[in-house]
């Protein structure tokens, strides 16, 4: 990796920055190598590279004064939310502190009246609907992993209800941050849209910890409907399923989840999560809305899937049913890997517009039929986006350079189709070189930012762009 | 204004830029007094400032060049769509060119099975919508004035259906913009959602021409409901209406259009509408959906505002009615500037979290009421956004500074609230101070942007943010 040599503090920084950090936060700031080992990875099969330190905050007056200590000696900061980033986004690739902020969990204030809450950064969703559950109110953005909020903002995280409740870009409504240089900023207030001034709440969504830490966020909370119902549906072929999602969508269907698991990743779950469904590509669906709203959502929605060949459209409103099925779907992944014994799974995460989306998953179809490595695959398919769930064990380099390979295949055809190397996972060091494939130009713009806003190089260095 | 006084291009600039700019566009450039006078006012009270020159552009490559001759002369460039905007927008503080892209007006692509489009920055909402007459699909977003797309994006428009479908923030994808070097750049692909590094199209949107041009565009659009239906309703009191908005928004009916008009413009719209509605405070409401979803809402929504205090639900599918029915509506500023012969209505632009709405608007109300100035309220209530169409005549010093205290203190007031001092009319050159009282630290953020993207400060100088 040509990131791992980059520039590193100098000891003796290093070290005077140690100092400061223990007179701030005592055995808050620890070197231990086994807490240093767990901030250095992430879930994915990439590379851990262990921070040199991890800072554990308690408020943004912390962050604030945490970061003026790293500026000061010019020490990297890798913000930490839960660790279940996938493109390496908490490797310190040239050393520096991890800034956890799973401490910072309060709830700072729900606003029932406005459907808006604020939250710290270390807060995540799970706790956050908990928290929620009296008000009538939820949040809908789900990414599978129980994520902090500020972890999902930083990554402009989606999942499965974005294809009608959108994704953090679109349900963030402020950020507190931390700039570079330790000064504390709010990036909008709580009115629902506004034209004032450049959109800093977007500028940081998605930024991944490369131009400030996230110590605070403002986001949108929906009414729960009142009726949800949840429907699996099995198809002769991928083609069929595929097909009837873009019909759905085509047709206006306010469909609240529709998602994808095709015939290896309905073994695995079957296997996973001792379900008995037919090994077939199956869509799992959720309505919600008003009792009449919903009944009239599946009604329409089985019609386009019988004309595409559906085998059977089963659905119901029981909550127990229902959450068994989604819970089945959020552990895809763990039932991909569970698959083969010490091993780790490789997400693939393009996201294509939907007339192509067929064409793109057939192909990756045919392409991952010939190769020696597991290949489920599960989407969001309402937005497009789709993932390979390359099972590999990460201590076999020809099993790496197989799945590699294949990613590559997949994000140059998506690219060709006018779509994007990540639909929801983020560049972190993964992605670098396809973020340049996709933008081309605009990196140079995105660079500039960086350089303008970060100018010591000094937040999450070596991500999302080179420098 | 302090900004008339900022350096102007000298003589010797502006006359090789000219030159150059004559031997590319010919005809296409022009110093005309009229044409001059035309591209340095918008549709507000603010004082116009003519530019230099306008240049008519036609295609990305020939705004490339433009930008390139202005950058190597250092002579500003201001973009310019309608001239539709409110806060002097388009004025040329600085001098230098108004870059008219109105003849930019060509539809590059409908992706009807993708539900977007893309278009030159020239098109306009109306032309964009009747050239998808047949397809089945529709772009929302409706800021009343038939402005181009380029400056809908640029100023981060909404409008009345922006409470069901989103902003212009919400509703871009993608954006093709040339950079203050001349430089092309796309910020994204067609696909629905990305985390591919820093958010640049949201950067863009609501940027108002200091960072780029904006010359494509690329949109979502959706089906055309299979069921439109709208409704009228008179309240007794001006909290009846506004507690009707916020029930209905808490409680997560999916209202397309839902828009106050107080008694002062309903009066206004009467005369110049000719329309024969109760003068009182009235909703404006329209539903979208299947039949038996729309008959719903409408029916959840009546319930809502007879507990209101609703002096009788009047609804109807007949498109004619709507179409009248909207047509005032988007007539109201031009209604209530014509209350006064010779006058120009002042438009406030507050957004505040819903649950403060009933409350700011009873107080500005009690404020306007004890003014000279007629000052009729319309707004977008379900997003918390409303405006003060005050008529001022604007060679009355008197009228303008009272206009001006009724909107110092309404921004207060909203600002006091956790609004926004603008909800989608921007900042141009008449907000540059409210934007520091509502964002403070944040807008050096902002300045450190305009710097790093446009270091020579030729892109709209002097707007959203002092150098």
């Known amino acids: 990796m040509a990131e791992a040599a980059a520039p590193r503090p100098s000891p003796e920084r290093l070290t005077a920055a140690f100092a400061a950090l223990q ?40 962050v604030s004064a945490i970061v003026n200590i ?94 009608r409740y959108g994704t953090m870009r679109e349900n963030v409504l402020a950020l507190t941050v931390v700039l570079p240089d330790g000064r504390v900023v709010k990036t909008a207030r709580r009115a629902r849209k506004s034209a004032a001034g450049y959109d800093l709440t977007r500028l940081y969504v998605g930024s991944e910890g490369t131009l400030c830490v996230i110590t605070e966020v403002t986001v949108r909370l929906y009414p729960i409907p009142e009726a949800i119902s949840a429907a699996v549906c099995a198809f002769a072929d991928i083609k ?48 919600h809305g008003s009792k009449a709203g919903v009944a009239e959502q599946a009604e329409t929605v089985e019609a386009i899937a019988k004309d595409n060949g559906a085998r059977g ?83 076999r380099p020809e099993e790496i350079a197989e799945a590699s390979r294949l990613n590559d295949r997949l994000i140059l055809r998506a690219l060709a189709m006018n779509g994007t190397c990540t639909g929801e996972h983020g560049v972190g060091y993964g992605k670098l070189d396809f973020l340049v494939a996709e933008h081309g130009e605009a990196v140079s713009v995105m660079r500039t930012l960086k350089q303008a806003l970060d100018p010591l190089n000094i937040m999450n260095p070596g991500k999302i762009v080179r420098l």
């Open 70 to 163: 790293c500026a000061d000696h010019r020490v990297p900061i890798i913000p930490f939310g839960t660790g279940t980033s996938l493109e390496g986004h908490v490797a310190a690739l040239q050393g520096g502190i991890s800034l956890d902020l799973s401490g910072m969990d309060r709830i700072v204030s729900v606003n029932p009246d406005d459907l808006d809450v604020t939250v710290e950064a270390g807060v995540t969703r799970k706790a956050l609907n908990t928290h929620l559950r009296d008000t009538g109110l939820f949040f809908p953005i789900d990414p599978g992993a129980n994520a902090s909020l500020g972890g999902m903002a930083a990554t402009r995280a989606s999942g499965t209800n974005a294809v």
């Open 23 to 62: 007179a701030l936060l005592g055995d808050r700031f620890s070197t231990a190598v086994a807490v240093r080992a767990h901030h250095g990875k992430d879930e994915s099969y990439h590379a851990p590279f262990d921070p040199d330190g991890v800072a554990f905050a308690r408020s943004t007056e912390e």
């Open 240 to 287: 069929g399923a595929v097909d009837t999602v873009i019909a759905t969508i085509q047709q206006g269907v306010p469909v609240a989840r529709i998602e994808l698991l095709d015939d290896v990743q309905i073994d695995a779950i079957n296997k996973y999560s001792k379900l008995d469904l037919p090994v077939a590509p199956t869509l799992f669906l959720e309505f």
């Open 313 to 395: 459209f089963r659905w119901t409103t029981q909550a127990e049913e229902r959450t068994r099925l989604w819970q089945a779907r959020h552990d895809a992944a763990y039932a991909a890997a569970a698959l083969k014994p010490g091993a780790k799974f490789w997400a693939t995460d393009v996201c294509v517009p939907i007339s192509r989306l067929t064409e793109c998953i057939v192909e990756t179809k045919k392409d991952v039929a010939l190769s020696f490595i597991p290949c489920p695959i599960v989407g969001h398919v309402g937005d497009g986006n789709f993932h390979v769930a390359m099972v590999v064990d990460p201590t």
